[in-house]
């Protein structure tokens, strides 16, 4: 094999690779007596038919396989031998279009080169770290919550008008264009009015009811409802109010304890001061994992693949623009151009991306089969009736398990650096870690690329 540079500027690496004919003329051998050994002939024994007319019968086909691994061991062994980690799959192309059998392979690849990334000096970072104790105000509140989340509702007796929050008991039956259709009709149905739970404008034409009435709702469905044949569809429903209900809190008590899986009040309220300083503390590292790579970015410099930044620019523009546009859910759209801002944010993620990927591949960071199991057990709950299939689709999907990967990884590099970095706590009140975390926010959004790359 011979190789000869025709490009080095910055990290963009261009090579002309010759595979000599005697290199694939022996490896379509191999592949012919290799298939000859268990290969049946009429007129000959098994694993006896003539080298030469398998080669007749069989050359061709065993031809193309053999050029892409010739190929494919050049590369290999180019990079091996110059160390060369390219950003992305190298480009690829034969040269002699007009190649014929007998000749050699001649070959031009071209790739960027992932950078080399300098040492930091970790023990010079500072971070303060903001931490927050749950006290007995947050916790009364909290404990608030639980009790109006769990209501109960009484009847507001005879005549009494149904309000926004107030719970009516109803049976409905729905048409189109006249005819009834599927689940659209149900029987002492409860709904709190004011919930959104019903197609926009149902629950409003029943406030001001009473029991006993007989209303008639028109509603037209959304354009995107998930039932086709209803989408964008006039209807009526019938409805009959069989009782108005007023709410009715819990009181913060043992039973409410109860209702939440506790023996008493005392332990409900340990559970729920547990929750709150999990809570805080999952803020507050959210803050520190920003200031830390906001110290990182400011302390690494080194030379970005431009492929790599142009990939990130325009998948950051391309995500910004649904945020700002979220009527639209489909991609057949116009193509985002990337901003200079897009391409500073780029820059920043791909950096620190490299930066964690280099430290967490040197450091021997990785990511256990079991906290890969974990992670797909919790993104699995978040499709209920789904789960299967999400199982089926993430181990089948190189990319999606990279997705799930690539957070974890993230962390475990992260907590490594933070072991090395010098933290100051500095507690505060819940309000100004809100803040903070609001000011995340307002800020530069995720700090780091997918380490994939």
Not at 53 to 80: C, N, P, R, T, Y
Not at 162 to 181: L, P, R, T
Request: net charge negative; proline share 4%; aromatic share 6%.
């Amino acid at each position: 094999m011979q190789v000869t540079q025709t490009l080095n500027e910055g990290l963009k690496r261009g090579y002309s690779i010759t595979v000599p004919a005697s290199e694939l003329e022996t490896r379509v051998g191999a592949k012919l007596e290799e298939a000859r050994k268990d290969f049946q002939m009429k007129g000959f024994r098994k694993g006896k038919a003539p080298a030469a007319l398998m080669k007749k019968m069989f050359g061709k086909s065993v031809l193309g396989e053999a050029m892409q691994e010739s190929i494919d061991s050049a590369m290999q062994k180019h990079f091996e031998e110059s160390g060369d980690r390219p950003a992305l799959q190298p480009e690829v192309k034969m040269t002699n279009e007009d190649w014929k059998e007998g000749e050699d392979i001649e070959v031009a690849m071209t790739y960027e080169a992932l950078p080399e990334v300098p040492e930091v000096a970790f023990g010079e970072i500072r971070i303060e770290r903001l931490t927050v104790e749950p006290d007995e105000a947050s916790v009364q509140e909290a404990l608030q919550n639980l009790a109006e989340s769990s209501k109960s509702y009484d009847d507001k007796g005879d005549g009494a008008a149904a309000e926004n929050g107030d719970q009516i008991v109803f049976d409905f039956s729905g048409s189109v264009d006249g005819e009834k259709f599927e689940g659209g009709a149900a029987e002492d149905f409860a709904l709190v009015l004011g919930s959104g739970n019903f197609i926009p404008g149902f629950e409003d034409q029943l406030v001001g009811s009473v029991a006993g009435d007989e209303k008639l709702v028109k509603v037209t469905f959304p354009e995107e409802y998930g039932a086709k044949n209803l989408a964008g569809k006039d209807a009526e429903f019938a409805c009959t109010i069989k009782a108005v209900k007023a709410p009715k809190a819990s009181e913060v008590n043992d039973e409410l304890a109860k209702k939440y899986g506790a023996e008493t009040l005392d332990d409900l309220k340990k559970q729920v001061s547990d929750r709150l300083a999990a809570e805080y503390a999952q803020a507050s590292r959210a803050i520190v994992k920003r200031r830390l790579m906001d110290a990182l970015d400011g302390l690494v410099k080194f030379d970005l693949p431009p492929t790599l930044v142009d990939v990130e620019a325009k998948q950051i523009a391309h995500q910004l623009w649904h945020e700002e546009n979220p009527e639209v859910h489909g991609h057949d759209h116009d193509a985002i151009e990337p901003s200079g801002e897009h391409l500073g944010l780029a820059e920043r993620r791909v950096r620190l991306g490299l930066l964690l990927a280099e430290l967490g591949n040197k450091n021997g960071i990785e990511v256990s089969d079991q906290e890969m199991q974990q992670a797909v057990f919790a993104q699995a709950r978040q499709y209920p009736g789904q789960e299967r299939q999400f199982f089926e689709f993430v181990q089948k999907n190189p990319q999606a398990l990279q997705q799930v990967r690539a957070p974890i990884f993230e962390d475990k590099v992260v907590d490594f650096i933070l072991e090395l970095t010098q933290i100051e706590d500095k507690p505060v009140s819940k309000e100004e870690l809100q803040k903070a975390i609001e000011a995340l926010d307002e800020d530069v959004p995720a700090a780091s690329a997918d380490l994939s790359a």
